[in-house]
């Protein structure tokens, strides 16, 4: 078998088989193939496009390319969620310990964030001494003795998917649905859990900006996941505007603990309690997702879910305290608030506009080696269909350097569009592929 041969018939718009695709990616994560040929295969697919018996292939291949998490010693279904990105997007905060708190184990990995979409991991060190370097020892310990642990992901673990992506990154072979769907399932599928939910974001501040490709991106994850024997559901979810009101880890976290009191943001609770209660679902401890919903609100109202975030905290190295006293988290040296030109009606809010202010403020970082100032961000008081008047105040910017939180001031002040008109509201739940 030559990789020559390979290129040249998926170039010609072939079928490649299994035991093609096993050859190509085992060889590309040896160092046997090299950057070149796997470049012209990736144009190749970019170009000819793969069937899903194929996309599948791929995926197994990537996900078997290094170490596969092994959670059998997990007692119960192993459930994860993961989450295509977008601006303000902090459930897993509150979504994984209110799911924990009714009894389903979550086992999850979680990224840190790179530009303006922010990372799981990067919020959870908000809480002094947390930390998500565990060994996977203690990762298995932590999920069943309190049904919740998160880790960083290894380096053995999907390999291919690293390498591949990084060749993707600079050769505008990035933008396909068969090599996006694999590089996210490969992972998911490596760390081992029994039950996978999706949140494909769609909208100006996600990767998917048209609802039809959010949509095209989640059928092709559920036929992944449910041709590698897994249980998986997607939820196609409104990203044309921020997610809750908080953007920036520290204040997310706040936003989040809010949350878990029963006092959060309206868009950000129906979001968590949609994914949950098909989490619950998938674990098999409810019926419905009505009866998950239901179940989910009560862990709420009793304090359970916020107990759960607490003890979560605790048992990878953090400062518990914080969640029951959040003005312990990081803060701002620096306010600034931005107020409204005019009267009239947020016709639109730019979604990744107000990323891109709080990658400015210290929130995010620019390259993987930036260091994200935990207390930078922005809390928004007014979004898309609100009326305000001229020197209202729309949102107020945080962080520690003056010319920074001017600069992102200005840019934020021109990402609301303020008009006559007042647009009416879209559905957080986009729809749902199962």
Same mark, same amino acid.
């Given at each position: 078998?030559?990789?020559?041969?390979?290129?040249?018939?998926?170039?010609?718009? !072939?079928?490649?088989?299994?035991?093609?695709?096993?050859?190509?990616?085992?060889?590309?994560? #040896?160092?046997?193939? /090299?950057?070149?040929?796997?470049?012209?295969?990736?144009?190749?697919?970019?170009?000819?496009?793969?069937?899903?018996? $194929?996309?599948?292939?791929?995926?197994?291949?990537?996900?078997?390319?290094?170490?596969?998490? %092994?959670?059998?010693? +997990?007692? !119960?279904? #192993?459930?994860?969620?993961?989450?295509?990105?977008?601006?303000?997007?902090?459930?897993?905060?509150?979504?994984?310990?209110? &799911?924990?708190?009714?009894? +389903?184990? @979550?086992?999850?990995?979680?990224?840190?964030?790179?530009?303006?979409?922010?990372?799981?991991?990067?919020?959870? =060190?908000?809480?002094?001494?947390?930390?998500?370097?565990?060994?996977?020892?203690?990762?298995?310990?932590?999920?069943?003795?309190?049904?919740?642990?998160?880790?960083?992901?290894?380096?053995?673990?999907?390999?291919?998917?690293?390498?591949?992506?990084?060749?993707?990154?600079?050769?505008?072979?990035?933008?396909?649905?068969?090599?996006?769907?694999?590089?996210?399932?490969?992972?998911?599928? *490596?760390?081992?859990? %029994?039950?996978?939910?999706?949140?494909?974001?769609?909208?100006?501040?996600?990767?998917?900006?048209?609802? $039809?490709?959010?949509?095209?991106?989640?059928?092709?994850?559920?036929?992944?996941?449910?041709?590698?024997?897994?249980?998986?559901?997607?939820?196609?979810?409104?990203?044309?505007?921020?997610?809750?009101?908080?953007?920036?880890?520290?204040?997310?976290? #706040? =936003?989040?603990?809010?949350?878990?009191? !029963?006092?959060?943001?309206?868009?950000?609770?129906?979001?968590?309690?949609?994914?949950?209660?098909?989490?619950?679902?998938?674990?098999?401890? &409810?019926?419905? $997702?009505?009866?998950?919903?239901?179940?989910?609100?009560? &862990?709420?109202?009793?304090?359970?879910?916020?107990?759960?975030? *607490?003890?979560?905290?605790?048992?990878?190295?953090?400062?518990?305290?914080? &969640?029951?006293?959040? $003005?312990?988290?990081?803060?701002?040296?620096?306010?600034? /608030?931005?107020?409204?030109?005019? %009267?009239?009606?947020?016709?639109?809010?730019?979604?990744?506009?107000?990323?891109?202010?709080?990658?400015?403020?210290?929130?995010?970082?620019?390259?993987?080696?930036?260091? @994200?100032?935990?207390?930078?961000?922005?809390?928004?008081?007014?979004?898309?269909?609100?009326?305000?008047?001229?020197?209202?105040?729309?949102?107020?910017?945080?962080?520690?350097?003056?010319?920074?939180?001017?600069?992102?001031?200005?840019?934020?002040?021109?990402?609301?569009?303020?008009?006559?008109?007042?647009?009416?509201?879209?559905?957080?739940? @986009?729809?749902?592929?199962?």
């Amino acid at each position: 078998m030559r990789m020559y041969d390979l290129i040249i018939k998926k170039r010609n718009g !072939g079928i490649l088989a299994r035991e093609e695709i096993d050859y190509m990616i085992n060889g590309y994560t #040896k160092g046997e193939i /090299p950057d070149y040929q796997m470049s012209a295969m990736m144009m190749a697919i970019y170009f000819k496009g793969m069937n899903r018996e $194929e996309t599948l292939d791929l995926t197994m291949a990537m996900a078997h390319s290094g170490e596969m998490l %092994d959670l059998s010693t +997990v007692k !119960g279904i #192993k459930t994860d969620k993961h989450s295509t990105g977008g601006v303000g997007d902090k459930t897993s905060l509150a979504l994984a310990p209110m &799911v924990a708190a009714c009894g +389903v184990k @979550i086992a999850k990995m979680s990224g840190r964030g790179l530009g303006h979409t922010g990372g799981t991991i990067d919020k959870l =060190e908000s809480f002094q001494g947390f930390t998500t370097g565990i060994t996977t020892e203690q990762f298995i310990r932590n999920v069943n003795e309190i049904g919740l642990a998160i880790m960083g992901q290894t380096k053995d673990l999907a390999p291919a998917d690293k390498k591949l992506y990084a060749l993707r990154d600079v050769t505008a072979t990035v933008d396909n649905m068969s090599l996006i769907a694999s590089s996210i399932m490969s992972k998911k599928l *490596a760390a081992g859990a %029994d039950a996978i939910v999706l949140d494909v974001k769609a909208g100006s501040g996600a990767f998917m900006k048209k609802q $039809e490709d959010a949509f095209a991106l989640a059928e092709e994850m559920v036929c992944i996941g449910r041709g590698a024997g897994r249980n998986t559901i997607a939820v196609v979810s409104d990203m044309d505007q921020p997610l809750g009101f908080a953007v920036g880890n520290a204040l997310e976290v #706040k =936003e989040a603990i809010a949350t878990l009191k !029963g006092e959060g943001p309206e868009d950000f609770t129906e979001l968590c309690l949609t994914l949950g209660s098909f989490m619950l679902l998938l674990g098999g401890a &409810v019926q419905s $997702e009505e009866e998950g919903q239901r179940m989910l609100r009560q &862990v709420i109202s009793d304090g359970r879910a916020l107990d759960k975030l *607490a003890q979560f905290v605790r048992a990878q190295g953090g400062n518990e305290k914080m &969640v029951y006293q959040p $003005e312990l988290l990081p803060k701002a040296e620096l306010s600034y /608030p931005v107020y409204a030109s005019e %009267d009239g009606y947020i016709e639109r809010l730019v979604c990744d506009e107000v990323g891109m202010c709080s990658l400015i403020l210290g929130g995010g970082r620019e390259t993987k080696e930036s260091v @994200i100032d935990l207390s930078a961000g922005i809390v928004l008081n007014k979004k898309t269909g609100a009326y305000v008047q001229k020197g209202e105040v729309l949102a107020t910017l945080y962080g520690s350097c003056q010319d920074k939180i001017e600069a992102a001031g200005r840019r934020l002040a021109k990402a609301y569009q303020i008009g006559e008109q007042k647009k009416k509201k879209g559905p957080m739940i @986009i729809g749902v592929v199962k």
